[in-house]
């Protein structure tokens, strides 16, 4: 059912055509029929993973960036994801780059984004996520002084986290402000946080990936959890994405910064640059390359993470997953749980039930 209905999304410009299956999870995921049938058709196996100190009914999540602004989680959930990663949430609104920023690169099962972490801001996803934010909002909007009330989560059927970016236009060395802020903001909602350096999208982000830099922004990040560790009695786990075109020793630092400022996962890997292999028309367009064509270079980094990291924390693998195969050998080679995005641009929904019926 999935390759006719692919064909007219397929008709559709890539980005538009992500915004209207996006928009329909989110209207069958608001309402409980909906999303008791898409729990029905997409029931999967329960396959428990224990990580971060969190506990995931399976170790299949969506990547960032499918549904950046937090609109779509229940309907997603529904799908049988054991964790959602939503965002690239910025703390102010902002566009990110002109269109066209989308393309898919069919003959290579790819897709190339240059998006630039477009996001409606804190502000919105936090309203997603807490229905009194909301009321707080409209109570500014009309006038009236808001009221102080408890922060209230809205429930989801997975483990939720939410991939923090700075503004485009703050400069790397403030860019610690940015990652400061959205942590305050989301400590209260999330059961992760990600701390997204490694977008080829916004220019100057990757250099936070270098030891001193990651350091110095990890080691504030750390401090401030302590602090909303003591204020909502919880510890609030935080991952860190890094891109796949870094070297071994660039790799092997800041795996280094990582672990000295007590993060407690890697995520590998965010999209790259690299076209090596690529036969589609399209592979000139500038931005971050996903599907297929990154497996083999996922892999090779996982393989490097693992073995450097040595147990002391989950490693979660995200890029070229596209059938059960994939995520099966992800899992072989150490990764605690894996993530897909444009594996289900090509495969549909259904693949995570598969994946997970085949493990």
Do not use: C
């Amino acid at each position: 059912m999935y390759k006719s209905l692919r064909s007219l999304l397929f008709s559709i410009e890539a980005e538009r055509s992500h915004a209207l299956t996006l928009n329909a999870l989110r209207l069958a995921g608001n309402f409980i029929l909906t999303r008791k049938l898409l729990e029905l058709v997409y029931k999967v196996p329960s396959k428990p993973v224990h990580a971060f100190g969190l506990t995931f009914k399976n170790p299949v999540g969506l990547a960032a960036g499918y549904d950046k602004n937090g609109l779509a989680i229940r309907g997603l959930s529904a799908l049988g994801f054991g964790h959602v990663e939503i965002g690239t949430v910025t703390p102010k609104p902002q566009a990110g780059n002109p269109s066209p920023r989308v393309f898919r690169l069919l003959e290579d099962e790819a897709v190339i984004n240059r998006l630039g972490f477009p996001s409606r801001g804190s502000e919105f996803v936090q309203m997603q996520l807490d229905p009194n934010m909301r009321v707080n909002w409209i109570e500014r909007v009309v006038g009236m002084p808001p009221r102080k009330r408890k922060v209230i989560r809205r429930s989801w059927s997975t483990v939720l986290g939410v991939n923090l970016g700075k503004n485009k236009d703050t400069p790397n060395e403030e860019a610690v402000f940015d990652y400061l802020a959205l942590l305050q903001n989301f400590a209260p909602y999330a059961d992760y946080l990600t701390i997204n350096v490694s977008s080829p999208n916004t220019v100057g982000l990757r250099s936070l990936q270098g030891r001193e830099a990651l350091e110095n922004l990890l080691t504030q990040l750390h401090k401030q959890r302590l602090i909303e560790q003591i204020r909502l009695k919880k510890r609030v786990p935080i991952l860190v994405k890094l891109a796949p075109d870094l070297t071994d020793s660039e790799l092997d630092d800041a795996i280094e910064a990582i672990l000295k400022t007590k993060m407690d996962g890697i995520i590998v890997t965010n999209t790259t640059l690299s076209r090596e292999g690529l036969r589609s028309n399209l592979k000139g367009e500038s931005g971050g390359l996903s599907g297929s064509s990154l497996a083999v270079k996922s892999e090779a980094i996982l393989r490097h993470v693992v073995k450097r990291v040595n147990g002391e924390i989950p490693i979660v693998s995200v890029g070229g997953i596209m059938n059960p195969e994939d995520a099966k050998r992800r899992l072989n080679l150490g990764a605690a749980l894996v993530q897909i995005y444009t594996g289900m641009i090509y495969r549909g929904p259904g693949l995570v039930k598969r994946i997970l019926e085949d493990l």
